[in-house]
Nanobody
Framework: QVQLVESGGGLVQAGGSLRLSCAAS????????MGWYRQAPGKQRELVAA???????NYADSVKGRFTISRDNAKNTVYLQMNSLKPEDTTVYYC?????????????????WGQGTQVTVSS
C-alpha cells in the first residue's frame, strides 16, 4: 500500500507564507512526477505546481513568482512554499504523485492522491 500524507496547511493573513509538505510511504519502486492541486467548492481541481523526478517544474500562471515547488527524493517528499498569499488562494490543496510499484516482478504505475489540506488566507 502507498500513502501520501500532507501537512502544513492552516490560517494565514494575506501577504503571509505557508509551506505544505507531502510524504509518500509504502512499497514504492520509484516516484515519477509529483505535484500540488487545489479545488475550490463547485470548481474543478486545478494544477498548482508540478515537478518531475529530474527537477523540472511547471506552475499555474496564478501562482508564478509566489509559489515554489521542490522535492527531496531521499525522503519521498514534495514541498510547496507559498509566499505572498492572497485570499483567492483559499481552498483545499491536494498532493499528487505518480508512483511505480512492483508486484510479482512486474512494474505498475499508479496515480496517488493525498487527503487534502485546508489553506485559508484572511484579508
Amino acid at each position: 500500500q502507498v500513502q501520501l500524507v500532507e501537512s502544513g496547511g492552516g490560517l494565514v493573513q494575506a501577504g503571509g507564507s505557508l509551506r505544505l509538505s507531502c510524504a509518500a510511504s509504502g512499497s514504492i519502486f520509484s516516484i515519477n512526477a509529483m505535484g500540488w492541486y487545489r479545488q475550490a467548492p463547485g470548481k474543478q481541481r486545478e494544477l498548482v505546481a508540478a515537478i518531475t523526478s529530474g527537477g523540472s517544474t511547471n506552475y499555474a500562471d496564478s501562482v508564478k513568482g509566489r509559489f515554489t515547488i521542490s522535492r527531496d527524493n531521499a525522503k519521498n517528499t514534495v514541498y510547496l512554499q507559498m509566499n505572498s498569499l492572497k485570499p483567492e488562494d483559499t481552498t483545499v490543496y491536494y498532493c499528487n504523485a505518480v508512483i511505480t510499484i512492483a508486484t510479482m516482478d512486474v512494474l505498475h504505475e499508479y496515480d496517488y492522491w493525498g487527503q487534502g489540506t485546508q489553506v485559508t488566507v484572511s484579508s
